[in-house]
């Protein structure tokens, strides 16, 4: 831009140097006269000019070094750097191109699917986000102070199919869901069905994706195997595990399974599909030949669908089973090790149901 009168010099040069993705360094220069008797133009100041992606003002003022909103901007978010020298007669302007940090939102994700063995259509979550940026002039990531959208959308789909998948919202705060309510449940369920007559089991992707500043940023995702094991058939399954702990939790307290009575039962269960394991509330009552009063113990069984490392830790006994705990387990907690339901170990009776 310039005015009417004098000739206004050329822009030699805009220098503009990024010590960081908060800072700038922006030195003008312009052209000396062509000749050694014409007096050189100053500017009287320099002004200098941020605009973001949308044309709107980030900063504007006469410092050479100056602060960058990095934390206002979008991921590798297009800024303009505009120098400006004022002159008695007009201003000349010069532009420069550079970008914002590039930026991604980490969250840890724990999702349990499904809570109904049948439909397969509910589910929970937890997310634990944080906004990161690239760390300047490295390859390794830094956490950013910012504000995180506290909406996401999640495209679950079944891998290894056609499947397109279908979206449904999700909070930062976490919830549960119901995939019913969105389209292509059907079609969904179709392919997840498919996947389960040809291996029997589906490879679930949960892919968060949320819109940050400039455009979409992927937030996370959690791939959930699925296996299409009926609620009875598991309830059967737990109830084969919980005979077979407490078969090996009467050969620790009491050096056999046999010669006694014994009884195990399963109060409550749960099975995790992100794990493939189960989570079960068991008690153990048995009462030793010769012996009037029964031994009770409860405990938390948790196991591999497979019986793999399998544990017990202790809840609640009665006196003589709390002495017979102390007197042979360090701790609460007894490792079970593999447990294999197949094989039967002692003569444990299973109830609770």
Known sequence: MAGCGARLPEVESLQVEQPSWDSLLVILRFEEPASITATPLRPRHVIVTLFDANYDTLHTGQDSIL???????????????????VFDAG????????HASPKRIDTEMEVTYPLDPVEMARGSYKLRPRLRRARFGASDWEDLEG??????EALIRVL?????????????????????????YRDYRFYLLSAFRESGEANVEFRLVTKYRNGPLTVGSKLVRVNRKTEEEQASEVSRLAEAAGNRLLRTLSGT???RRAYVFVNEWEYVPDTRRYRAEIELHWRPLGRRNWREIVGQLDTGEEGDRARFTLTRANDEAQR????EVSGDVLSLDDLNPSQSEGETGRDGW
């Not at 909103?69 to 505009?82: H, R, T």
């Not at 504000?147 to 996401?152: H, L």
């Not at 017979?324 to 007197?327: A, I, L, T, V």
């Open 67 to 85: 602060f960058v909103p990095d934390g206002l901007l979008g991921s590798n978010e297009p800024v303009l750097v505009e120098a400006c020298g």
């Open 91 to 98: 201003s000349v302007c010069e532009q420069r191109p550079i």
């Open 147 to 152: 504000t995180i959208p506290d909406s996401v």
């Open 160 to 184: 290894d199919t056609e499947d397109q998948g279908i979206r449904i919202p999700m909070r930062l705060a976490g919830g549960r869901f119901d995939l019913r309510q969105a389209p292509g």
């Open 257 to 259: 399974a046999a010669g």
């Open 324 to 327: 017979r705990w102390r007197g």
